[in-house]
C-alpha cells in the first residue's frame, strides 16, 4: 500500500503545519513499493527509447514522462501526445508552441525528439531528472487526493518561481499564468477576481490581472514572484480566500437543504430565507 501525506488540518493553518513535516512526508511517499516500480522500470527502459512512437507505444514509460510534469490524464491521447513530443523548441509552428499551456512544451523540450541528433533519453542523468520531477509531482497529486488547495498551491510555488527566472517577456509570463489551468486558477483566487474572467479575450485578461497584481502585491512585475515574501503572500491569499469560497458554498447548500428539508416537513422557511437575503 502506498503512503497517503497526513494533511494535519485546512487553511492556510493546515498549509504551515503541512510544510513543517513536508520533507520527511515526501521521503516516506518516495520510498512507497509502487512509486519505486515505476522508477526502476523507467530507469531501465527509458535509455532504448529514441522517438516519441517508442515512448508513447510503452504505456509504463509514457506514465512517468506525463506524470513528471502534471499531464497523466492525457495519457490515452497518444496521438496528440506523439505531435507534442516531435515538436522542436525554435519549431513555432509545432503543436507544443501553439498550445496556451507550455507545460506540453516543457514536456517536448525535456526529451528532445523533435530536435536533430541524439534524444535526450540517451543522455547521461535524464532518468534522474525525469525521475525527480515524477515524485514531486505524485506526492502532489497524492496531497491533493486530500486537498486540492494544497496541491495547487505547491505546483504555483514551484512553476511562478520558474516563469520568474525563465528569460521570457513579462508579458509572457503572464500569458503563461493565463494559458495554465492551475495557475490561473491560483492566481485569480489570490487576487480576488471572479472566475469569469477566465472567458474574456487573453488580452483583456493580461490587463485585469497586472492591474490587480498592481494593487495586491504592489507590482506588475513578474520577477517579484522571485521573492520569498511576495510568493508567501500568494499563497497564503489564495488559501485564505479559497477556503471563504469553500465555506461560503457550504454554507449556501447547507442552508438551502434546510429550506428543503422544512418546506416537505410542513414548517415554515421564512426564518432560514432570511439568512439568504
Given amino acids: 500500500m502506498s503512503y497517503t501525506p497526513v494533511i494535519p488540518a485546512s487553511g492556510y493553518a493546515g498549509w504551515k503545519l503541512l510544510n513543517r513535516t513536508m520533507e520527511k512526508q515526501k521521503a516516506a511517499f518516495v520510498a512507497s513499493a509502487e512509486l519505486k516500480r515505476d522508477e ?60 496556451a499551456d507550455k507545460t506540453y512544451l516543457k514536456l517536448a523540450t525535456a526529451f528532445g525528439f523533435g530536435e536533430s541528433g541524439t534524444p535526450r533519453t540517451q543522455t547521461s542523468g535524464f532518468a534522474d531528472d525525469i525521475l525527480a520531477k515524477y515524485e514531486t509531482r505524485q506526492f502532489e497529486a497524492a496531497v491533493g487526493e486530500s486537498d486540492e488547495s494544497y496541491r495547487l498551491a505547491m505546483a504555483a510555488q514551484r512553476d511562478l518561481g520558474e516563469l520568474a527566472a525563465s528569460s521570457s517577456t513579462n508579458n509572457a509570463k503572464w500569458y503563461s499564468v493565463i494559458g495554465s489551468k492551475s495557475l490561473s486558477t491560483v492566481m485569480r483566487t489570490a487576487l480576488g477576481l471572479p472566475e469569469s ?46 477556503q471563504i469560497d469553500t465555506n461560503a458554498t457550504t454554507a449556501s447548500g447547507s442552508i438551502a437543504l434546510q429550506l428543503l428539508q422544512s418546506g416537505s416537513s410542513g414548517y415554515s422557511g421564512a426564518s432560514l430565507l432570511s439568512k439568504l437575503v
Fill in 40 to 99: 526502476d522500470y523507467f530507469r531501465a527502459k527509458i535509455g532504448s527509447i529514441t522517438s516519441a512512437e517508442d515512448l508513447v507505444a510503452d504505456r509504463r514509460l509514457l506514465k512517468v514522462a506525463l506524470g513528471a510534469f502534471g499531464l497523466g490524464s492525457d495519457i490515452n491521447n497518444k496521438f496528440f501526445i506523439r505531435k507534442v513530443l516531435e515538436t522542436a523548441a525554435d519549431d513555432k509552428t509545432g503543436l507544443a508552441n501553439k498550445l
Fill in 197 to 242: 474572467v477566465g472567458s474574456l479575450d487573453v488580452d483583456q485578461q493580461l490587463v485585469i490581472y497586472t492591474q490587480k497584481a498592481k494593487s495586491v502585491l504592489g507590482s506588475t512585475d513578474f520577477s517579484m514572484f522571485s521573492d520569498s515574501a511576495v510568493m508567501e503572500k500568494t499563497v497564503r491569499l489564495y488559501l485564505v480566500r479559497s
